[in-house]
């Protein structure tokens, strides 16, 4: 059975940091790519980073403030977050992909940055 298990949400203060990361445990199928999704209150699901072999992407509202990095060894995905900004409030979720296109999604952890 495949867990995803995502630690590291809370409350900041804007321009504060936090460190998202997902456990991944479970036999998955080839593994495409890994990633963090977000979802705030009345919105829909939007991606935030994602990386793929040696590639890594971002959503332009994320671009030079969040970092996506895995761990192979340890089946580990992280989203180092900082200068955070009231917009990125959101609960946050874990996504791999696998090599059959299958998704699968964490529980989510939740993400608010307020003074």
Do not use: H
Request: net charge positive; with cysteine; charged share 15%.
């Amino acid at each position: 059975q495949v867990q995803l298990v995502e630690s590291g949400g809370g409350s900041v203060q804007p321009g504060g940091s936090l460190r998202l990361s997902c456990v991944v445990s479970g036999s998955i199928f080839g593994i495409y790519a890994m990633g963090w999704y977000r979802q705030a209150p009345g919105k829909q699901r939007e991606l935030v980073a994602a990386a793929r072999s040696s590639t890594t992407n971002y959503a332009d509202t994320v671009k030079g403030r969040f970092t996506i990095s895995r761990d192979s060894a340890t089946n580990t995905v992280y989203l180092q977050m900082n200068s955070l900004k009231p917009e990125d409030t959101a609960v946050y979720y874990c996504n791999v992909r696998s090599g059959l296109a299958v998704d699968y999604w964490g529980q989510g952890t939740q993400v608010t940055v307020s003074s």
